[in-house]
Structures are given as structure tokens and as C-alpha cells.
């Protein structure tokens, strides 16, 4: 028997194990994350190994093992927020939550992301919150954005 949630979303799918990267998107999509329950259950279902999926999963840089945080924030260091200061942000931000890139605050209120571009760079330095873009940011234009969440 499988656990809950997993028995209707099995019911969709042969079984093959060619299903194995879209069983992983819909979990992905679901809850944001590869829990380790769902790769035991998805081995179970396919009959592979757990190890075999973490291998393919993590070869998708779209699949996470890691529980997202309730709010989530992306600091750009591309080459026009580079130059215009993005590492300050950067490093503000570290500081303020403790964490490094691609981590989670304890609490997990934040996660974090540093990455390479946001699509605007013209807007330079550019930090993204819950999906929304901030251009030219400072890091006290950043701090006041980030006491609304508290
Ligand atoms: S380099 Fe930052 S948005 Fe492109």
C-alpha cells in the first residue's frame, strides 16, 4: 500500500520505469521539493532503487531535495549586477539570514538563491522576492523590503 497521496497520482502512470522523470516533475510541482518519502515511494512503484533516482534527479538542476522556504529570495550576480554592486546585496543578505546560497533559514521563513541572470539586466543590481523583481536595489532599499516580512 502506498501512502497517502501517492496511490492517485500512481493510478496516471504503467509503472515503467521510463516514467520515472515525469513522476519526479509532478512531485516537483507539487511540493516543491523531492521528499525522501517520495523517492521511496516512487522506487517502490518503478521497483528501483532509491539511489538510482536521487542519481537522475539530481542531474536535473529542475528537481530539489530540499524543502523551500516559505518565502523565497534570488539575488542576481550576473555581469551587469556584478558591476553594479549585486555581491553587497549578496552579502547583506547572507548576514541578515545566516545562511549561504541554496539553503533555508532554520525556520524556514527564507530560502535563498544566488544565480547568474533574471532577465533584466539593464535594471541592475536585481534581487527577485516571492517572484517579484526589485531593480536597482540597494542594500537599504533591501533591508526595508525585507522588514515587511517579518
Ligand atoms: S545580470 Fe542581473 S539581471 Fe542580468
Known amino acids: ?46 521497483k528501483i532503487s532509491e539511489n538510482h533516482i536521487y542519481g537522475v534527479a539530481s542531474f536535473y538542476s529542475q528537481f530539489t531535495f530540499q524543502k523551500p522556504g516559505k518565502n523565497h529570495i534570488k539575488v542576481c550576480l550576473g555581469t551587469a549586477c556584478h558591476v553594479q554592486d549585486g555581491q553587497l546585496l549578496a552579502n547583506e543578505i547572507r548576514d541578515l539570514l545566516g545562511i549561504q ?21 539593464a535594471q541592475a543590481p536585481v534581487v527577485e522576492i516571492n ?20
Open 1 to 46: 500500500m502506498y501512502k497517502d497521496g501517492y496511490k492517485s497520482v500512481f493510478e496516471n502512470y504503467s509503472g515503467a520505469q521510463d516514467n520515472l522523470i515525469s513522476l519526479l516533475q509532478h512531485f516537483q510541482k507539487q511540493s516543491g521539493y523531492i521528499s525522501q518519502e517520495c523517492v521511496q515511494e516512487v522506487a517502490r512503484f518503478l
Open 131 to 150: 517572484g517579484q523583481i526589485y531593480a536597482r536595489m540597494t542594500t537599504t532599499k533591501l533591508m526595508k523590503k525585507l522588514s515587511e516580512y517579518e
Open 101 to 121: 546560497s541554496g539553503q533555508v533559514t532554520a525556520d524556514g521563513f527564507f530560502d535563498y538563491q544566488e544565480v547568474a541572470c533574471l532577465g533584466c539586466c
